[in-house]
Structure formats: C-alpha cells, structure tokens
C-alpha cells in the first residue's frame, strides 16, 4: 500500500513549499486566456455553391480522384463553395490536393478509400516527415499555401493501411514487416534524411518518395490558412493522420479517428498558431493528440513553435499517450490548454505525456490541464520525460520545461501517478503545480528525478492527502 510518504532522491529534486510559486488564484488566472484565444480562431466561410463529384463524371465503379479534382478546380475558379462527395462507396486512386476557398464535404453515408499503392502519390510533395522537412510522398489529403479550406460531413475516409502494405515499411515485424524487406531503417531512409537534417540540407534537396520507404499522413494542410476538419470518421492511416502543419487558424472538431497502425497518431498540429480540437474521439495506435513544433535542425532554424492551443471535450481510448506535447518539439511548445477530456483504455499508456530530450532544444513552458477524468491508463497518469528516444547530437541542445499546472484531474487504475525525469540537476523539469487531484488505484510510488519547485494542493493518493512536494 502506497502511503502519503513517498520516497523521493532528496539529490534529484527541490521542492518548495512556498516563496515565489503561484497562489492558486494565479494558478487558476491563465484559465482568461482561453476565451482570448478562442476568439481568434474562426471557422473558415464558404460561398453558396456546391459542385457534386457526380456531375463531373465520378462514378461507383471507377477510380474518383480526377472527378474530385476536376470539381475543386471548378469550385475554386467559382470562387469557392463546397465539393460534395454524395452518399455510396467511392474510390481514390491517389492523393486529393485541396485548393483555396474549398470545403470538401464527405456526405454521410459516403465511404471514401484511398489507393494503398505508393506509386499512385507521386510526384512528391514538400511535406514533414516526424518534423523534418523533405519532398516526399503526398499525403492522402494534401493543400500547400491555400486558405480557407475544409473537409466536413459524417461519412468516413479509410486509407485502408494495414499489415499488408503501408505499415511493413515501419520495420517491425508486429506490423508485417520481414527480414530482407526494405523499411523506413534501411540507411538510405530515415537515417538518410536525418542526416540531410542535421547538415542542414535545403529541403527542396531532399528527395524521398520512391525507394525510401517514409510513409505518408493522412491529412496534411501545409502553410495554410483557415483549416477546419469536422465531423469526418478517419481510418486505418499510414502514418500520422491529422497533421496540419505551420498553419494559423486551425479547427478541427466532432472528428472520429480510429488508427492502429505505427505512428497512427490522431491529431498532430505542428508550427501551428491558434488551434482548437474539440469534441473528438480518438482510438489510435500511438499518441491520440501530439503537439509539435519540428525536429532538431528543422525545428530550431524555422522557429515557429506550436502555441495557443485548446483542447476541449474529447475522449481518448487506445494510445501511447492521451494529450502530448512532443517529441518533435524543437521549436517550442506554449500556451497549451486542455480541459473537460475523458481518457481510458487499459491499452493507453499514458494520459497526460510530454517527451524530448537533449538533441532537441528548445522551450516547453505554460501547460495547463484541468477536469480530466482518467479511468485506466498503463503506466502513468502524467509523465514528462527530458530523455526521450535520442536520435542526434547529445547534450548539445538541451530543452527547457517548465510551468505545468495540472488541477482537477482524477484516475481510477494507473501503475504511477507521476513520472518526471528531468535532465540533471542544472536542467530540471521547473515549476509543477498539482491541485486538487485525486490518484486512486496507484500502485508504486511515484518516480521524481530532477524537479525543480514541484507544489501539491490538496491532493489524495489512493485516499491519502498529499500536500507540499511528496506524491
């Protein structure tokens, strides 16, 4: 039985009981910024016109693409308005690239699937590969440099990845992968082109695409401007499924995302500024929400790191983590809110995670997090890890993170509450305030290394107040 007096390595962690660390009525004040942001993310507006994909030749039987692309070409020459895929099963034979002032609506009932084919996304693409920039496969839904674009309606979108195609090239066997098959490992990918990164090659120089085996997301707005994704069902992806990416004005609502391939994150909003996700059901097979701002190279020479973001009203089953900040976090994460979310599977490990380590730099800093209801997570209810997988130069770019207020947060089955591993003692995890939570069903004592003025307000472990710095 865990007690209130949890042992802690009195060398690895500060605690401060009081001084200089937030009242909780300062704790509670960065809760006004919210509305602040909400303001100034608006969903983008659409003229009243509708070009049906059946009025430009699709048809049930045939390949889809060059009707959908003839309709948004046609849509956009109008001026804009919405691209309807009506009620039926349709097939798409390659990628879709949207264009500005453009909803395209998948009408409920409709069920689109996408061509698992490599070849069939080609030419490449500039997009982000896990945060590096490179041309390379183009994602299933692609737009570069648009605004005002969408994708709606209740039907369902299936990138039909599974074992047999997109997701061997991960290189592990639990997904089909075997011995003597190219993968996304093999010296001339990854590590190709995170090489091409850390020299710091132009990105227009980084060929991929055929040969090298990156998978590419689901949906990715590239550069764009006013992006809403609502209401859709996204299935069964490559890889990542919602990235949008150095985008401002970002919605993405009511969606449904169930993936359980590697890397099937559900939404992945990367270099973006004003994002709202809210009332979504994510089922994935790794992070469920991950914020990101680039990795190493990439993500500090373009500097633009993943701020004012809301999270509200969502659940999370399967994953590696609920809500998460990295770990291709290397231009900075802040002003990151996320409230009223349920969490629970005994197959999501996590529930609140942030994770980088030494070859990423950058500053992770002003994270909040209230009213979250975890049942069952696998390991930990929070965790923050500085040492996450390395993969570049150590010690050369070490991150900052602090500022994280997690309140009113209750779980009913976990391994730990709370897992911080900060990097040493000059480079802690700093200012932790947990108020008001309730950790039920723990069952070690938490691991605190290298934390810097952690503050517990009247908080219980497994029915026992914990107060000051022990958890």
Not at 76 to 97: L, N
Not at 200 to 210: K, Q, S, T, Y
Not at 288 to 301: F, H, P, T, V, W
């Amino acid at each position: 039985m865990i007690t209130k007096y949890v042992a802690i390595t009195l060398t690895a962690i500060a605690v401060f009981l009081s001084c200089e660390n937030p009242s909780p009525s300062t704790v509670q004040s960065p809760w006004n910024k919210v509305e602040v942001i909400l303001s100034k993310i608006k969903a983008p507006d659409f003229p009243d016109n509708e070009f049906v994909i059946t009025d430009f030749g699709a048809d049930s039987d045939k390949d889809a693409r060059e009707s959908i692309q003839s309709a948004i070409a046609a849509c956009t020459k109008a001026g804009g308005g919405r691209v309807v895929i009506p009620q039926g099963e349709w097939f798409v034979k390659g990628p879709i690239h949207l264009q500005s002032n453009v909803n395209l609506h998948i009408s409920e009932g409709a069920y689109v699937r996408f061509s698992t084919e490599p070849d069939d996304y080609l030419p490449v693409v500039l997009t982000r590969w896990e945060g590096m920039e490179c041309m390379n496969y183009s994602p299933l839904i692609y737009a570069l440099d648009e605004e005002n674009i969408a994708i709606t309606g209740r039907g369902t979108l299936d990138g039909q990845a599974d074992s047999t195609n997109w997701w061997p090239w991960k290189g592990q066997e639990r997904y089909g992968y075997q011995e003597g098959t190219p993968s996304q490992l093999d010296a001339l990918n990854r590590p190709a082109l995170s090489m091409m990164n850390t020299n710091e090659v132009p990105a227009d120089e980084r060929i991929m695409g055929d040969g090298h085996y990156l998978r590419p997301n689901f949906i990715q707005p590239y550069r764009c401007n006013n992006v809403l994704i609502e209401d859709v069902t996204i299935k069964n992806s490559p890889m990542w499924v919602i990235n949008p990416v150095l985008c401002e004005n970002v919605t993405v609502q009511a969606v449904q995302v169930i993936s359980h391939g590697p890397n099937s994150d559900g939404c992945d909003p990367e270099s973006c500024n004003y994002v709202l996700i809210k009332d979504c059901f994510f089922d994935t097979g790794d992070d469920c929400i991950a914020l990101k701002s680039g990795r190493n190279q990439d993500g500090r020479n373009i500097a633009r790191p993943i701020e004012n973001v809301v999270i509200q009203d969502c659940v999370m089953k399967d994953g590696h983590g609920g809500v998460v900040i990295g770990s291709e976090v290397s231009g900075g994460a802040r002003n990151i809110f996320a409230e009223n979310c349920i969490m629970d599977s005994p197959n999501l490990e996590r529930a609140i995670r942030i994770k980088t380590n030494q070859a990423r730099g950058g500053v992770i800093e002003n994270l909040y997090f209230r009213d979250i209801s975890v049942g069952t997570v696998k390991e930990a209810v929070v965790r923050i890890n500085m040492h996450y997988t390395l993969d570049g130069e150590p010690d050369k770019h070490i991150p900052v993170v602090q500022n994280i207020y997690i309140e009113d947060v209750t779980s009913q089955k976990s391994e730990y509450a709370m897992l911080i591993d900060g990097y040493d003692n000059d480079n802690p995890v700093k200012r932790v305030v947990v108020k008001d939570c309730h950790f039920d069903g723990v069952k070690e004592p938490s691991r605190l290394q290298f934390v810097k003025e952690l503050k517990v307000e009247k908080s219980y472990l497994n029915d026992d107040l914990i107060e000051g710095g022990n958890l």
